[in-house]
T-cell receptor, first 116, second 115 residues
Framework: AQSVTQLDSHVSVSEGTPVLLRCNYS??????LFWYVQHPNKGLQLLLK??????LVKGINGFEAEFKKSETSFHLTKPSAHMSDAAEYFC??????????????FGTGTRLQVTL | DAGVIQSPRHEVTEMGQEVTLRCKPI?????LFWYRQTMMRGLELLIY????????DSGMPEDRFSAKMPNASFSTLKIQPSEPRDSAVYFC?????????????FGDGTRLSIL
């Protein structure tokens, strides 16, 4: 069984300040983890993924995430927020379900607000 | 490179009518997923296909919902008869199975309103 918990439903930061979106996971296997972003009226876009290679993963738009097995965490960070980063962010864990097919389990999302 | 294409983008119809949502996955992807997103329940996986075969439809809410994938480049999600509680955004996603843990690529969704 697997699950993912996003610790904050809403985060507000000022433009130019760091962003931290927190995610903890639970998985019976070595997990693959993803962060997706959803802008209003759009689908989910992949930001970055962890698949058991380097524990620090760099994604698009300056985001990165660090996989910490001891803490079962996969927090998303960005050094300096931009107004265009305002969106909903989903932490996702992947598990194999049959053969090489995998199924995603989504967190409940964190809404990031960026203020001037 | 075209992404996942969904149609229509918006659908407004009256209760009791049949609704058909369409999805064209990314060419070469052999896994396809249908999701529903609401404020109350977040993102829910309804059904997914692997090589055009339904693998898990346990998320389909009830018999009013059905999904088909007649070929590798097209899938439909049908609701008959529709009810107001079906109002949601429905997403289709595709991925490349055969390589573990490939990310899913999402379409822009169909916003469905049942009056």
């Amino acid at each position: 069984a697997q699950s993912v918990t996003q610790l904050d439903s809403h985060v507000s930061v000022s433009e130019g300040t760091p962003v931290l979106l927190r995610c903890n996971y639970s998985s019976s296997y070595s997990p693959s983890l993803f962060w997706y972003v959803q802008h209003p009226n759009k689908g989910l876009q992949l930001l970055l993924k962890y698949t058991s290679a380097a524990t620090l993963v760099k994604g698009i738009n300056g985001f990165e995430a660090e996989f910490k097995k001891s803490e079962t965490s996969f927090h998303l960070t960005k050094p300096s927020a931009h107004m265009s980063d305002a969106a909903e962010y989903f932490c996702v864990v992947s598990a194999r379900v049959t053969g090489t097919a995998s199924k995603l389990t989504f967190g409940t999302g964190t809404r990031l607000q960026v203020t001037l | 490179d075209a992404g996942v294409i969904q149609s229509p983008r918006h659908e407004v119809t009256e209760m009791g009518q049949e609704v058909t949502l369409r999805c064209k996955p990314i060419s070469g992807h052999n896994s396809l997923f249908w999701y529903r997103q609401t404020m109350m329940r977040g993102l829910e996986l309804l059904i997914y296909f692997n090589n055009n075969v339904p693998i898990d439809d346990s998320g389909m809410p009830e018999d009013r919902f059905s999904a088909k994938m007649p070929n590798a480049s097209f899938s439909t999600l049908k609701i008959q008869p529709s009810e107001p509680r079906d109002s949601a955004v429905y997403f289709c996603a595709s991925s490349l199975a055969g390589i573990l843990n490939q990310p899913q690529h999402f379409g822009d969704g169909t916003r469905l309103s049942i009056l």
